[in-house]
């Protein structure tokens, strides 16, 4: 026998591989579904790339590559057994077969036992080879195989590449010696006992101080009193005091220089009467929440509307994702996604071409990936309600625990994140930023055919006006997501948000527990014009004047997306430049009418500004930096001092005071939050070196000089996928020196020379070359504007509201996010893997809000009466 399984591999020897470092075993997870070892069919590797391929599509890739020889897995999963005393019975078969197998399904492992199987099966004939046998096999398969089964999970090789190192044990922590002198630490109303800052406080471990921790450049805000009372002392180990939690808390070791691991961390905070357990609580998710910030509670319940008895749900569309750990902003925005039309049918509709046509290694493929997700979401696959026969059972058990297993995201999210240093992490993102990384995602991998972005892109007109000589500039630009502040000043509680404010001052200086927090009620109709509330423009330079002034700018709607994205500006930076969440309440509307918001162009009696650029600077140019006294640049050297004194860099503020023009520590603050991540930030001032462009930019074909840069091929992708042209996105980029927000800019400023007459007609008659959008009374793409500029889905401003995410928690780099999408005329809410009914959507809570159109029919048969709920803009 072992003769002839020699002979029948010999073959297909060639293509037989062991794992080297660096290869990626796909033992857990089908690369074109969810289909693992548990699945009815198991999974099939491929012994030559290591893939992972369920009963469905093993044949596609036998069919493409001629690769035949497969491991076939299959887990056999079941309840334990139990004994007389009602006790499991421990057992567990073949338990070194899959080794670090990670698996789609969530069951408690001291209720199930599960077997393993494992053979070679060699196609078109299927001919199966069970494992191990290690006799009759060739010695090259028995180690290729024995690789394959104790390969470690095909994720864990990217691990390495988050920002997380490993923490070392302070060789201080056992012999920690502590003074008995009788301090005792409040649990709230902290401040340095140096200089009274509230925040970055650290609690010396050994005499019970708390003292400011020092300023960093790149975070950690305060006066270093913690470092100076170590330099006096000696005492080593210190805790940062707002992040002590039950499993533990940040510890720093002055003598060793770096955060530390104390084991004993319970211990000695109990020395100054700190009780760790009564630091924080956690919620039924295992998200933890603040003990002094109460209404982060009632947040967390009102969000997930815990309390309440929710039915769940099941079924095509009401499948949840997994949770793979700080991943809940992956799976919210994903699921709202896939509940838009577009996104289904360039994905799900088209998921047997995407298939048939996916590379080599489909893992690696953008459209792929997506294709599965959607796939796994809408067919209903994985949402499975229990079966008659389980809910007697369980009613029997006087239990109920039957939960859909979902998806998870976790091939996707990391193709996603490839190269990206926050969500390739493991760490929480910020949910909105996550949604315009893969809307950008979409657009690269959709260059010729079928945008699903489309939906969301619209364009902006911005009317900057020069405040001395009262002339104007109309500009467009692309954008998917609308920003809206939540302004403090016009909360309809305000008298009760300033009593708040006088207890909690008040508890704070008697070092005495706060008051009941009091949530900001903030009308949506305010924000919205806080939104369209005039900005001032930083660093503006008056073409008019020919020098920097004052400028404001406005915004409005060139267009109406199909799908609109509102965003709440909940996050703030506190004094450590970490994101802070204010805590408001918005009514948010069902429905939104828009379109009083529609731009209107140059308007009769306005002067535009002069078509001309700014002197260029040449950094590189330093021939002659002592130009004498008269050139000198005018610098105010008290504003450059004020900022420096917050621990910038000095010629870092001096070139912010300068290409601000003087006008003062906020202006010249905005600058260097803009700037403080370019190489040459630090660097000294250099006088520019001054060309005249002559009268107009129009006099050259590209507006400035070309700088002889060859533009990324990404960012040609990224215009190109917008509708422009090849040359003409080249042109725009070297034009730019290739900043891709300024290209789009020129785009509009340059279009085509080369256009048809009718479009010159246009341009000729009406403001920046683009067609009136008030003429469109339905969703259509503006035709002629794939060779003119971007493609958008213009229509009427009216909108219904069908998803929102909501955030809960202190900042974006914790908490949880779920979402609530509107389906068949009822709001479910997707948390994780749990998918129910809501009771209570709470839009009042929500962080990113999704509208959709409205036709003009649909306007009159859905809009409720009741103006309330109906907002007009």
């Known amino acids: 026998m072992a003769a002839d399984l020699g002979e029948l591999l010999v073959p ?9 470092t660096g290869d990626r075993v796909f033992k857990s997870e089908c690369a074109f579904s969810f289909d693992s070892p548990e699945s009815e069919g198991g999974l099939y590797v491929c012994m030559n790339t290591f893939l992972g391929f369920g009963r469905e599509h093993v044949e596609r890739h036998y069919r493409k590559t001629g690769q035949s020889v497969y491991m076939h897995l299959k887990r056999h999963v079941k309840e334990r057994n139990t004994g007389a005393a009602g006790c499991a019975i421990p057992r567990r078969k073949n338990g070194k077969v899959f080794l670090d197998l990670e698996l789609n399904r969530d069951f408690n492992g001291e209720d199930f036992e599960y077997e393993d199987e494992a053979k070679l099966v060699i196609f078109p004939d299927h001919f199966e080879i069970p494992l191990p046998n290690i006799e009759e096999l060739p010695a090259l398969v028995t180690i290729a195989c024995d690789a394959v089964l104790n390969a470690p999970s095909a994720y864990k090789k990217q691990e390495p590449e988050s920002w997380d190192e490993e923490i070392q044990v302070s060789r201080h922590a056992r012999s920690l010696r502590q003074l008995d002198n009788g301090v005792r630490i409040p649990p709230s109303g902290w401040k340095c006992q140096k200089c009274e800052m509230r925040e970055n406080l650290w609690l010396n471990l050994t005499d019970g101080t708390v003292l400011c921790g020092k300023w960093f450049f790149d975070g950690s805000g305060g006066n270093g009193h913690a470092l100076v009372h170590y330099k006096e002392t000696k005492y080593p180990l210190a805790v940062k005091m707002d992040t002590i939690t039950p499993d533990g808390a940040d510890v720093y070791s002055f003598e060793e220089e770096e955060a530390v691991l104390d084991p004993h961390i319970s211990d000695h905070l109990s020395h100054f009467e700190i009780d760790m357990l009564q630091m924080q609580t956690k919620t039924e998710n295992g998200h933890h929440t603040e003990n002094n910030s109460r209404p982060r509670v009632s947040e967390w319940e009102v969000i997930q509307e815990s309390g309440m008895k929710l039915k769940a749900v099941f079924g095509s569309g009401y499948t949840g994702i997994k949770n793979l750990g700080n991943s ?29 046509y996916s590379p080599l290694d489909p893992s690696q493929d953008f459209a792929t990936q997506m294709a599965k997700l959607g796939h796994g979401l809408l067919s209903g696959l994985y949402s499975k309600p229990p079966m008659k026969s389980e809910l007697i059972e369980q009613v029997m058990k006087e239990e109920y625990k039957h939960q859909q297993k979902g998806v998870s995201p976790r091939m996707m999210k990391s193709l996603i994140s490839r190269g990206h240093p926050e969500f390739s992490s493991t760490r929480q993102q910020d949910a909105q930023e996550f949604l315009l990384h893969v809307i950008n995602m979409v657009e690269r991998n959709s260059a010729g055919s079928e945008n699903p972005s489309d939906a969301f892109r619209f364009l902006v007109e911005e009317r900057i006006q020069c405040c001395q000589s009262r002339r104007v500039r109309y500009n467009q630009r692309v954008d998917y997501c609308i920003q809206l502040p939540a302004p403090f000043e016009a909360a309809t509680n305000r008298e009760e948000l300033l009593a708040y404010g006088a207890k909690r001052r008040e508890a704070e200086e008697n070092m005495r527990a706060p008051p009941e927090p009091v949530r900001a009620r903030i009308p949506f109709t305010a924000c919205l014009q806080a939104f369209t509330e005039p900005d001032n423009v930083p660093d503006f330079w008056s073409s008019a004047l020919q020098a920097k002034s004052a400028g404001v700018k406005t915004s409005r709607f060139a267009t109406f997306p199909e799908y609109l994205i509102l965003q709440i500006k909940k996050f703030t930076f506190g004094v450590d430049w970490v994101p802070k969440k204010i805590d408001v309440a918005i009514d948010v509307p069902d429905f939104l009418d828009l379109s009083r918001m529609r731009a209107t162009g140059l308007q009769a009696g306005e002067q535009e500004l002069p078509d001309l650029l700014p002197p260029i600077v040449l950094a590189e140019d330093t021939r002659d930096n002592s130009m004498g006294s008269a050139d000198s640049p005018e610098i105010d050297e008290a504003a450059a001092m004020q900022l420096a ?13 300068y290409y601000t023009g003087n006008m003062g520590p906020e202006m010249a603050f905005n600058w260097i939050i803009a700037h403080m991540e370019e190489p040459d930030f630090a660097e000294p001032l250099t006088l520019p ?32 996928s917008m509708g422009f042209p090849r040359t003409h996105s080249i042109q725009a980029l070297k034009a730019t020196n290739n900043n891709l927000e300024r290209a789009l800019d020129w785009i509009f400023i340059h279009p085509e020379e080369e256009e048809s007459d009718v479009l010159s007609d246009m341009a000729a008659t009406e403001p920046n070359g683009f067609s009136n959008a008030n003429s469109h009374s339905n969703s259509t793409v503006s035709p002629d504007r794939e060779a003119a500029g971007p493609r ?32 068949e005329g009822r709001w479910v809410i997707y948390n994780d893997h749990k998918v129910c009914l809501s009771e209570r959507p709470p839009k009042d809570l929500g962080y990113i809000y999704f509208y959709h159109r409205l036709s003009s029919s649909s306007t009159k048969d859905t809009v409720p009466p009741n103006p309330l709920r109906h907002a007009t803009f």
Request: hydrophobic share 40%.
């Open 645 to 657: 004194e917050m621990g910038f860099p000095v010629e870092a503020c001096r070139k912010a005071v």
């Open 12 to 20: 297909y020897m060639p293509t037989i591989r062991v794992p080297r």
């Open 328 to 356: 809940c902003y992956v799976g919210t925005v994903i699921q709202v996604l896939f509940s838009i039309p577009d996104f289904q049918r360039m994905y799900v509709g088209n998921l047997q071409r995407i298939f048939d």
């Open 689 to 720: 070196s001054m060309i005249d462009l002559g009268p107009s930019i129009s006099d050259s074909p590209l507006g400035a000089p070309p700088l002889g840069n060859s533009p990324p091929e990404e960012s040609i992708a990224i215009l190109t």
């Open 792 to 823: 958008v889905k213009d229509g009427p401003g009216r909108y219904e509201l069908f998803a929102f995410i909501s955030h809960m928690g202190a900042s974006t780099m914790s908490g949880h996010y779920v979402c609530h999408i509107k389906k």
